[in-house]
């Protein structure tokens, strides 16, 4: 199937995933929806299959194949989530499949997709590098290459989704938030959104660090490296330039807090991409009043990025302080220093001393401390009190 899909092949993909793929929850968020100003929805897709929403294309194309086809096996080029999405549809219907990953893939998602039996080569600095690198192996072996987006099965099979959607989501003025990398997740959704629910705005939302379909040039590494596609398809791109009403940016800051948020108030693990969304939706770049309804497209996040996350978002919202204080080097004075710092119930984590290779005077040295705080109007008075207190206080965070 090479032509732009339908809504019919949508269905036709819903009745072969039945069965394979979950239908994720929508779930209300009291939290997003007071800090937003407008209520907010959450398509948990991070709950599907493999962890994101990728099986679903995945397992159409998979299913759609003749015998020649399965015999000769498949392989994929993917940032993660689509090939572990076609690892695992590849070991249900008992072919081979080879992945390929971009070198700096997180290890978690080359681990799963090892794990459901696929052969994973590590290849290429970026997304499209690896693809080149995997049609070259296409021709060699005679593979069936599998598309991460531009293949019409692989959009019908995103676009079940949509129909999902259509059912669970209120009557009432509605946007829909997507996230856009190759755009087969956000052309699928809006061919059955359109088809069920014309009245739905759609938005999709892009890294500022890889934006081209808001008309930006790629700036390097984000931490949403699920959408960090800089050539979409020819086949995404038309369907979205028809059907998809705006393209909003968010950076990684803003991702980053999204991240920890969904964690700490949602109880969901989200990955970078799978939360553009929401810093869309927070960021105030979502326009309209209505209800929102934020697809949270994938949970497979590493311990160690998300580690990284977790502190990068707390100092972006203030809950980690780090300051240097210049200080008279006599006993009792840094006991003072943390009793200030009690006074206003903070908690301190992390203290070093500088003597040397600092423009420290004699009888001084440098304290840096690392504390855990409120948020920014917390840290903004701890700020004051170690001034008031004649310090001199330098903030590093």
């Known amino acids: 199937m090479s032509e732009r899909p339908t809504i019919d092949d949508v269905r036709a993909a819903q009745d072969r995933l039945h069965g394979v793929a979950r239908v994720t929850p929508v779930y209300s968020s009291e939290t997003l929806s007071r800090l937003s100003g407008r209520t907010v929805l959450l398509k948990a897709e991070n709950l599907q299959r493999t962890g994101?929403?990728?099986?679903?294309?995945?397992?159409?194309?998979?299913?759609?194949?003749?015998?020649?086809?399965?015999g000769r096996g498949v392989l994929t080029a993917s940032a993660g989530n689509h090939g572990q999405a076609v690892a695992w549809a590849a070991r249900e219907a008992?072919?081979?499949?080879?992945?390929?990953?971009?070198?700096?893939?997180?290890?978690?998602?080359?681990?799963?997709?090892?794990?459901?039996?696929?052969?994973?080569?590590?290849?290429?600095?970026?997304?499209?590098?690896?693809?080149?690198m995997a049609r070259t192996r296409e021709t060699e072996t005679g593979a069936t290459f599998v598309h991460a987006f531009e293949d019409a099965r692989v959009v019908a099979g995103q676009g079940t989704l949509?129909?999902?959607?259509?059912?669970?989501?209120?009557?009432?003025?509605?946007?829909?938030?997507?996230?856009?990398?190759?755009?087969?997740?956000?052309?699928?959704?809006a061919i059955a959104l359109r088809a069920l629910r014309p009245e739905v705005?759609?938005?999709?939302?892009?890294?500022?660090?890889?934006a081209p379909f808001a008309g930006r040039e790629p700036a390097g590494a984000t931490i949403a490296d699920g959408i960090a596609v800089k050539h979409p398809g020819t086949l995404t791109?038309?369907?979205?330039?028809?059907?998809?009403?705006?393209?909003?940016?968010?950076?990684?800051?803003?991702?980053?807090?999204?991240?920890?948020?969904?964690?700490?108030?949602?109880?969901?693990?989200?990955?970078?991409?799978?939360?553009?969304?929401?810093a869309a939706v927070l960021a105030?770049?979502?326009a309209g009043g209505g209800t929102v309804c934020a697809l949270l497209a994938g949970g497979n996040i590493d311990a160690t990025t998300m580690s990284s996350v977790i502190r990068y978002g707390m100092t972006a919202s203030g809950r980690y302080l780090v300051v240097a204080l210049l200080i008279p080097d006599r006993p009792g004075e840094l006991a003072h220093i943390v009793g200030l710092i009690a006074g206003h119930?903070?908690?301190?984590?992390?203290?070093?001393?500088?003597?040397?290779?600092?423009?420290?005077?004699?009888?001084?040295?440098?304290?840096?401390?690392?504390?855990?705080?409120?948020?920014?109007?917390?840290?903004?008075?701890?700020?004051?009190?170690?001034?008031?207190?004649?310090?001199?206080v330098r903030r590093l965070r």
């Open 52 to 70: 994101a929403f990728k099986i679903r294309g995945a397992y159409n194309t998979i299913a759609q194949l003749s015998a020649e086809e399965r």
């Open 94 to 132: 008992g072919i081979a499949a080879t992945i390929f990953v971009p070198e700096a893939a997180p290890m978690a998602k080359v681990e799963a997709a090892r794990g459901y039996g696929a052969t994973v080569e590590l290849a290429g600095d970026g997304f499209d590098e690896t693809v080149a």
């Open 162 to 189: 949509g129909l999902e959607l259509a059912g669970q989501l209120p009557s009432g003025e509605l946007t829909v938030v997507i996230p856009v990398g190759g755009g087969g997740l956000a052309a699928g959704t």
């Open 201 to 210: 705005r759609i938005v999709g939302v892009q890294s500022a660090a890889c």
């Open 237 to 278: 791109r038309e369907i979205l330039d028809e059907l998809m009403d705006e393209v909003v940016v968010v950076d990684d800051e803003e991702i980053s807090q999204a991240i920890v948020l969904l964690l700490e108030r949602s109880k969901l693990v989200v990955e970078g991409a799978g939360a553009a969304p929401v």
């Open 284 to 286: 105030g770049r979502v």
């Open 345 to 392: 119930r903070a908690n301190v984590l992390a203290i070093q001393h500088h003597r040397e290779g600092r423009n420290i005077g004699v009888l001084e040295t440098e304290a840096e401390l690392t504390l855990e705080t409120r948020d920014e109007e917390h840290s903004q008075l701890l700020i004051r009190t170690l001034a008031d207190a004649g310090y001199t």
